[in-house]
């Protein structure tokens, strides 16, 4: 599977933002799918996941409660809405997709055999 990431720009702090990753193929729905960061300097962080079906989410402890991640089958694509942002949240953002159609959310970076390339979200202070 292929994946596009898309939506990362320029935010103020408080603000929001949506992102987006469309897939490719048509057995996206057999696979699980999530978000990972890079901030700069930074190693790899987890950030949200959702299973095949979108019925299972996990988040990271830094983003619970302000990022929301969702995916739309019919669409091949995977979401990511951001509120309530922190310049802590600037990174670049990944998104990255497991074979795994059970109810599983990957949390473990080395779990995603996909990844797509990155969007940048910088929020300023």
């Known amino acids: 599977v292929q994946l596009q990431a898309s939506g990362g720009g320029l935010v103020q702090a408080g603000g929001s933002l949506r992102l987006s990753c469309a897939a490719s193929?048509?057995?996206?729905?057999?696979?699980?799918m999530g978000w990972i960061r890079q901030a700069p300097g930074k190693g790899q962080e987890f950030v949200a996941a959702?299973?095949?079906?979108?019925?299972?989410?996990d988040y990271a402890d830094s983003v619970k409660g302000r990022f929301t991640i969702s995916r739309d089958n019919a669409k091949n694509t995977v979401y990511l809405q951001m509120n309530s942002l922190k310049p802590e949240d600037t990174a670049v953002y990944y998104c990255?997709?497991?074979?795994?159609?059970?109810?599983?959310?990957?949390?473990?970076?080395?779990?995603?055999?996909?990844w797509g390339q990155g969007t940048l979200v910088t929020v300023s202070s």
């Open positions: 193929g048509r057995t996206f729905s057999t696979y699980g």
């Open positions: 990255a997709a497991q074979k795994d159609s059970t109810n599983h959310v990957a949390r473990s970076i080395q779990e995603y055999d996909f």
């Open positions: 959702v299973n095949w079906s979108g019925d299972n989410t």
